[in-house]
Structure formats: structure tokens, C-alpha cells
């Protein structure tokens, strides 16, 4: 280093100040660019590997890593001009802007880390088809940024002198006051916790409440609020706050979709019902849509007002919608085969009129 400020010394003339500060200007740029093929080359090494920490970590650490090496660069030459100025008084301020820069960029490391972190978690895991909750990692990537946030300044406010304690109790104090004015905000605040934490539904998941008139699939679910696209593609945005008070159905969670119908018969054809009730259990059993491990009921049922009702319970394999309608639909066809093979019929309301004859004269 003494070389290299002897060179610019002796070739520009220049003083011994200046010679060292464009000594440090060098030595960073030399340093910056060592970085970035070091990081380059890092970066060729965590491609081949199968993990997302590895190339969180190096994407992560770039430009901080560039960053860092300036920071303490402008540092190393303010002590330069300090030295050449003894009479400045700067000396304290110059370690506490460097002790400051320095945090940050730790911070902008860790901050950046987790947010490759997450961004990496969920491109792997929709690559390979694995079932995992998206909501739960971004749950966790949030709170993570936030403890960086919180530690970032309470260190930035230690290092520049401030009374950490005197802070925290003015903050206690402060935190009525502000609790006070911002009930409904906070109250969404731990709403949304308790649904990162609970876990009642994620997104992309289908839910709707029987106390508000919501219903749709889940989009996004912040701090604040979550937003659930309708079935008419509206978008409901929804205070955190709300879900502790109502109840939620998750349909997107069942395990089988149900089919219950009634099935009326004529009165004229009695004779023909456990015959049909037999035909239609054997229908179901022999199904290979429908799940005989769970509650089967084909039943007569009632004496209806027209019609002698038959019940039909029953729940199919799958969960999906469109499926299920589809399924339905073949059994209920099939049911109508069934009836008119026996020589049933399906019975519509009906009323008969019995007229009394008069007496004779």
C-alpha cells in the first residue's frame, strides 16, 4: 500500500493525503471486482446442487458484500482527511456512521436471505408437485423481516447513543396511547396472526361463512386483511378481525362430497319399492365412483303427500366439483333406469278427488 501511494505521489504530484485516499479507492475497486467473480463463481457451484440455501445465501450476499467493501472504504478514508484536519472534531461521528452503515448492510443481507429463502422454498416445491402451505411460508418469512426490522433499529439506536431502556418505557407509554387509537388495526394484526398460526384456511383454498355472506377462494392474506375472490369474480376484502368472531367453513378441506336425494315413487307402485331400494343399494355398492367404506343409506323413508320417498345417501371418491356433478348426474340416470325397468314411475304432487254420491229419491 505505501508502494502504491509513493506511485501516486511521485507520478501526479499529488500530496500524500490524496495519494492515500486514491490508494483506498483502488484497493476497494480491486476488492469489489474480486467479489464479484468469487460470487459468480459461487453462484455456478450452487446451481448444481439440489438445495435453495445455497443460492439464497450467495444472492443474498452479493451486494452487500459490495456494499460492505465501499463502506469501509469511505471509512478508512475519512480517517485519511482526519488525520490530514487533526482540528475537526468528526472522529466519533465517523465511527458511529460506520458502525451504522455496517449494521445495515448485515441487515439487507438477512433481510434478502429470507426473502430468497421464500421466494425459493415455494418455485421448488411447485416444481415438484409437493403439497405444502404457501400461506405458512410467507407467514414466516413476515415475521422474520420483522424481528430483523425491530433488532436493526434497536441496534442502530444503541449504537448512536440512545438510552435503549428510556425508549422501550417511553414506547410502553406511547403503546397505550397508540393501542387506544388503533383498536380495529390491531385487532386485525393478531386476526391475522391466529389465521397464520390456526391455520383455518391458506390460499388458494375455498371457504365461505354461514354468518356473513362470504364465500369465494382465498387470494391473499396480509397482516391487515385477506382478500377472497367470489364466485362472480368480485373480490371481498376482509378484515383480519372478522374471522375470531364468525365461523368458517373450509370446503376445500372435505374428505368426500355427499349425494342426498329423495326419490318418489307412485303410490300404485308399493308393491315395486324393495325391489327398487335393492336395485339401487346394488347400483352404489358396484359404483367405483363412490366410497362403500363410508355411509351408505338407500332406504323407503316416508309416505309422502304424493309419492312413497325413497332416500338416497351416499358420498363419492372425489372432492372435485365438477366431477361430482358428473357422477351424480350417471347415478341419477341410472336410478331413472332402474324405475322404469321395474315398471315404476317417478311420481309428481298429485291430489285426489273423491266425490260422495247422493242418496237415491
Known amino acids: 500500500m505505501q508502494t502504491i501511494r509513493t506511485f501516486f505521489a511521485q507520478t501526479f504530484g499529488i500530496e500524500a493525503w490524496l495519494a492515500m485516499a486514491l490508494t483506498i479507492v483502488v484497493i476497494a475497486l480491486l476488492l469489489s471486482q474480486i467479489a464479484h467473480l468469487l460470487f459468480n463463481q459461487l453462484a455456478r457451484w450452487a446451481d448444481r446442487s439440489r438445495t435453495v440455501w445455497d443460492e439464497a445465501l450467495v444472492g443474498a450476499a452479493r451486494r452487500p458484500a459490495h456494499l460492505l467493501i465501499w463502506i469501509l472504504a469511505l471509512a478508512w478514508i475519512g480517517r485519511v482527511l482526519l488525520a490530514h484536519w487533526p482540528d475537526n472534531d468528526f472522529a466519533e461521528e465517523l465511527v458511529q456512521a460506520r458502525n451504522v452503515a455496517v449494521i445495515i448492510a448485515v ?41 430483523i426490522f425491530v433488532l436493526t433499529a434497536i441496534t442502530v439506536a444503541q449504537t448512536l447513543g440512545f438510552n435503549i431502556g428510556a425508549l422501550l418505557a417511553l414506547g410502553g407509554v406511547g403503546g397505550i396511547a397508540v393501542g387506544l387509537a388503533a383498536r380495529d388495526l390491531l385487532a386485525n394484526f393478531f386476526g391475522g396472526l391466529t389465521i397464520y398460526l390456526d391455520r383455518p384456511f391458506s390460499v388458494g383454498e375455498w ?155
Open 107 to 147: 441487515a439487507w443481507f438477512v433481510w434478502r436471505f429470507i426473502a430468497n429463502i421464500t421466494r425459493g422454498t415455494i418455485a421448488r416445491g411447485r416444481e415438484g408437485g409437493q403439497d405444502f402451505d404457501v400461506t405458512t411460508v410467507h407467514a414466516i418469512s413476515k415475521l422474520g423481516r420483522l424481528l
Open 207 to 361: 371457504i365461505r361463512s354461514p354468518d356473513k355472506s362470504i364465500e369465494g377462494t382465498v387470494e391473499y392474506i396480509s397482516w391487515r386483511h385477506t382478500r377472497i375472490r367470489a364466485f362472480n369474480k368480485n373480490p371481498i376484502y376482509v378484515p383480519n378481525a372478522v374471522f375470531t368472531t364468525i365461523v368458517v367453513e373450509n370446503p376445500s378441506r372435505m374428505s368426500h362430497r355427499r349425494i342426498k336425494e329423495t326419490i318418489g315413487l307412485r303410490y300404485d307402485d308399493f308393491d315395486q319399492v324393495e325391489a327398487i331400494v335393492a336395485d339401487i343399494k346394488t347400483l352404489l355398492h358396484n359404483h367405483d365412483d363412490i366410497d362403500n367404506t363410508q355411509t351408505l343409506i338407500v332406504n323407503f323413508n316416508q309416505f309422502g303427500a304424493s309419492s312413497l320417498d325413497i332416500m338416497i345417501y351416499t358420498f363419492t371418491k372425489t372432492r372435485n366439483w365438477v366431477e361430482y356433478h358428473a357422477i351424480k348426474q350417471t347415478l341419477l340416470i341410472a336410478i331413472g333406469r332402474i324405475i322404469e325397468k321395474r315398471g315404476a314411475e317417478i311420481a309428481f304432487p298429485t291430489q285426489t278427488l273423491h266425490l260422495a254420491q247422493p242418496p237415491e229419491p
